[in-house]
């Protein structure tokens, strides 16, 4: 039954629709509807001081809830401070819906100077998300956001756009609110499974690489994995599907130096939800020509950068399920335990700056914690392939496009999707000053968050490569900042600390804190 409602009733009423109750944000002037319909709402509203932090923390949210995250900021220059958390987010296939206004519907086309006018705001994000659309009326919004719903839901996962023109924003009308849209699984065709079903039961040595589309397929991953003996390596993203204290665990990094010659010696690899690419495989593409199955749901994907012997293209967890129905064999000689000293050592060389710390953050964790990290050296040198992790969605990284300050407001979306599970965020002295405005928002929300700035002096990763090319060092040194008293000029607590030896006691006090806690650690050179 319709009802009339203005275009940020109607959007509003849609979001809730779709069980949507946390949006991260910051008014404007263009967006005010949005907001007076929020104010009503059941849906609670996080307010960040940056749109970037919105996209971020939206991201967070949704790697953590496995359900889209939501940003909602004006237009102009407000939408476009998500773009490059949009590129994150489609880089690694996280489900996040950002919302503006948009240039009203008959604005003159050769611009007229309006507040916010960018020359393409449309186009800008939609080419850095996966699917957008800017609505024409009031009547469209409950479908749209059902089609962006349906868009972010379906097959591979990607951030999508909605532009709503400011003029409609407050107009009213009619408005029939929708549902999500009905989806089912998408499993492989019966022959290609049989075909794989062979390749792995003949395999002596088979090896499963899991990446972040295994996600929410850890039950059959792990059922699989048993079955046929095999040891399980993750890319960054599948980082925890399978615990790291299972037997047959390797942990994550699949850029190790013995990790080719592991690819050598196996039979049978069967990669699930993975691209398979260059950001994770640092040393280049997986050698596994001729015994290569993959599981993807994208078929666009299922092809890049190895082509397999057989394409699986579906849902991760209902395709390992119908791979395991009918598949008899027995398990595979046990070679995990061995592998794992080899990727161990290989894994504490590449990060041996930060096993102390990584060590005394450990004892600080819960079996289900979640470290939230940036593109910092503490974390893809040391906490990736070094910090054991035990539950899927439990390593929030930005891997495919690398940006520095995600760690930050992703924790504080992680954290309220989370509940009482222990979130940790971990960043580079240079990384957290992207984002170093999101502690005001953290202090807010008075969540015990732990924040851990690992200080190495700067641009550590750009001033190691300048050294490398025996470049002219320079413009990556940073002057050093009082991390905790800016953490507690924003409301929160800061804490100094000497050595790691005492990171486990600082984590774990700030861990029942009533409030966030930036703990600041320089980096020991080993």
């Known amino acids: 039954m319709a009802t009339d409602m203005n275009g940020g009733q109607a959007l509003v009423a849609a979001l809730e629709a779709h069980g949507v109750r946390t949006v991260f944000g910051i008014p404007g002037t263009h967006n005010l509807p949005i907001y007076g319909a929020l104010a009503e709402s059941q849906i609670t509203h996080v307010l ?10 939206a991201d967070g949210y949704a790697r953590t809830s496995g359900k889209p995250g939501v940003a909602i900021t004006t237009s102009g220059p407000a939408i476009l401070n998500t773009a490059a958390a949009a590129a994150q987010a489609y880089s690694d296939s996280i489900p996040v819906l950002l919302i503006s206004p948009g240039l009203p519907l008959r604005h003159p086309s050769n611009g007229n100077g309006i507040l916010h006018e960018i020359k393409n705001q449309t186009g800008a994000m939609d080419s850095v998300v996966g699917h957008s659309q800017r609505v024409t009326s009031v009547a469209e919004i409950p479908l749209a956001v059902a089609q962006c719903f349906a868009a972010m839901t379906s097959g591979r996962p990607r951030p999508a756009y909605l532009e709503i023109p400011l003029d409609i924003l407050d107009e009213a009308a009619p408005v029939t609110i929708l549902g999500p849209i009905a989806q089912s699984a998408v499993t492989a065709p019966v022959a290609a499974l049989e075909t794989a079903r062979a390749l792995l039961a003949a395999a002596d040595s088979p090896l499963i690489i899991a990446g972040g589309g295994s996600s929410g397929a850890a039950t059959p991953l792990r059922e699989l994995a048993e079955l046929l003996g095999a040891p399980v390596l993750t890319t960054t993203n599948g980082k925890g599907v399978l615990p790291e204290s299972h037997d047959l665990s390797l942990g994550a990094g699949v850029h190790l130096p013995s990790v080719k010659e592991l690819v050598t010696e196996s039979d049978a690899i069967l990669a699930v939800g993975t691209e398979l690419a260059p950001s994770d495989f640092w040393y280049g593409p997986l050698e596994a020509e001729g015994k290569l199955i993959r599981i993807d749901i994208d078929p666009t994907s299922v092809c890049t950068n190895a082509i397999p012997e057989v394409a699986l293209i579906g849902d991760a967890s209902a395709t390992l399920r119908a791979l395991t129905d009918g598949l008899v064999r027995e398990p595979a000689t046990q070679r995990a335990a061995q592998w794992r000293i080899r990727l161990r050592s290989d894994s504490e060389v590449e990060g041996k700056n930060y096993l102390g710390i990584l060590a005394a953050l450990d004892k600080a964790l819960d079996e289900d914690a979640i470290l939230v990290g940036d593109s910092t050296m503490a974390c893809y040198y040391g906490a990736m392939a070094n910090l054991p992790l035990h539950r899927p969605r ?24 989370a509940g009482d599970r222990q979130v940790v965020a971990m960043l580079g002295d240079g990384g957290v000053m992207f984002t170093i405005a999101e502690l005001a928002a953290a202090a807010e929300l008075a969540v015990p968050l732990p924040i851990i700035v690992v200080d190495n002096g700067g641009y550590g990763e750009i001033r190691d490569e300048m050294i490398e090319r025996s470049d002219p060092v320079h413009a990556v040194g940073l002057a050093a900042i009082d991390f905790p008293a800016l953490a507690r000029s924003m409301g929160c607590l800061g804490v100094g600390l000497e050595s790691s030896a005492d990171l486990t006691d600082a984590v774990t006090k700030a861990f029942a804190a009533d409030r966030p806690t930036v703990i600041h650690i320089r980096e020991e050179k080993s």
Do not use: N
């Open 48 to 57: 960040t001081r940056h749109e970037q932090g919105a996209g971020y923390a």
């Open 394 to 417: 439990s390593f929030l990284y930005p891997t495919g496009v690398g940006t520095l300050g995600y760690g930050l407001p992703a924790a504080i979306g992680a954290k309220i999707a």
